[in-house]
């Protein structure tokens, strides 16, 4: 463990000058304020959610099974602090929301590196994303689309306890071997940790769409810009409103072998 430079207050180890001074509204409404937060909390979550499951990768390529299951647990946590920040915005009515919203325009949830970089780190990677980041952001992304996936890692596991993995019928035949067994070992508990993992992100992208309902009905998003820039892409959706977009995702899951292999599970 080394140090660069020892702590002097609170204050400066946490760089709160700087971290309290980026809430910049743009309107004087009263919620705004709290619309900014809870997205920036957001975006902090997501930057240690990439950090947990790059480690939770490392680990799992490193065979320390027990290490990636308990990274996990904490990227659980994350998810529903996540889940929870979506309360604090609907403390807000639609006829505040609706006080500020077109100012911040085209702004939206959909430009979020990070919680692209999320998905392609777990191995959801639609090449269409791409077109919404240039320079340094889109690199970023591409880099991501090229490294190994939380889920190449779990592969590597599977073949390194001596399954076949040439193929995905191999794969869920290990997967369901795993789900069978009597006891539960450090793999079992690592593949329960992993669905359970897709499963809150589900949670959070069902979250997201009941609470855009409540927000904005059937308007467009303000990241319809983009989300035009994704149909230009290849990505086609119906509809015009912003949650006709994100219906689109919700059948999204970052681990399909994971969830075959549940419907083959016998006594
Ligand atoms: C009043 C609150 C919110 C509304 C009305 C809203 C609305 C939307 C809409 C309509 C989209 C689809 C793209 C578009 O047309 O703009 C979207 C995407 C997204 N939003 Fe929100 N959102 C809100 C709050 C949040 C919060 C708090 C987060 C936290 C991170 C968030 C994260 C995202 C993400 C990551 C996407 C992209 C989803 C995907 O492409 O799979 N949103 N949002």
């Not at 705004?32 to 809870?38: D, G, H, K, Y």
């Not at 880099?143 to 993995?165: M, Q, S, Y």
Request: hydrophobic share 45%.
């Amino acid at each position: 463990m080394t140090t660069t430079k020892l702590a002097s207050s609170y204050g400066e180890y946490l760089k709160l000058p700087q971290l309290l001074d980026c809430q910049t509204t743009l309107t004087q409404a009263h919620d705004e304020l709290q619309f900014i937060i809870v997205h920036q909390t957001a975006e902090l979550w997501f930057k240690l959610m990439l950090f947990e499951l790059e480690s939770t990768r490392a680990a799992m390529l490193e065979g320390k099974l027990t290490q990636a299951s308990h990274y996990l647990r904490r990227v659980q946590t994350l998810i529903k602090q996540l889940i929870a920040g979506f309360e604090v915005i609907e403390t807000m009515r639609p006829y505040d929301f609706a006080q500020f919203r077109d100012f911040l325009n085209p702004a939206s949830g959909v430009q979020s590196l990070q919680y692209r970089e999320v998905e392609f780190l777990c191995g959801a990677r639609d090449a269409r994303y791409l077109s919404l980041w240039q320079g340094y952001a889109r690199e970023r992304l591409a880099k991501r689309a090229e490294e190994p996936t939380v889920w190449d890692a779990f592969i590597a596991v599977l073949r390194a306890n001596g399954h076949d993995v040439g193929d995905e019928k191999q794969v869920v035949a290990a997967v369901i071997d795993i789900l069978q067994r009597e006891g539960n070992d450090d793999l079992g508990i690592l593949a329960e940790q992993l669905i359970e993992f897709d499963e809150h992100f589900a949670l959070w992208r069902n979250r997201h769409v009941q609470m855009v309902m409540r927000m904005i009905g059937a308007k467009p998003g303000t990241g319809q810009v983009s989300v035009a820039q994704l149909a230009e892409a290849g990505y086609s959706h119906m509809g015009t409103s912003g949650v006709d977009y994100l219906r689109t995702t919700l059948n999204r899951v970052f681990f399909p072998l994971l969830w075959e292999a549940r419907t083959f599970v016998q006594r």
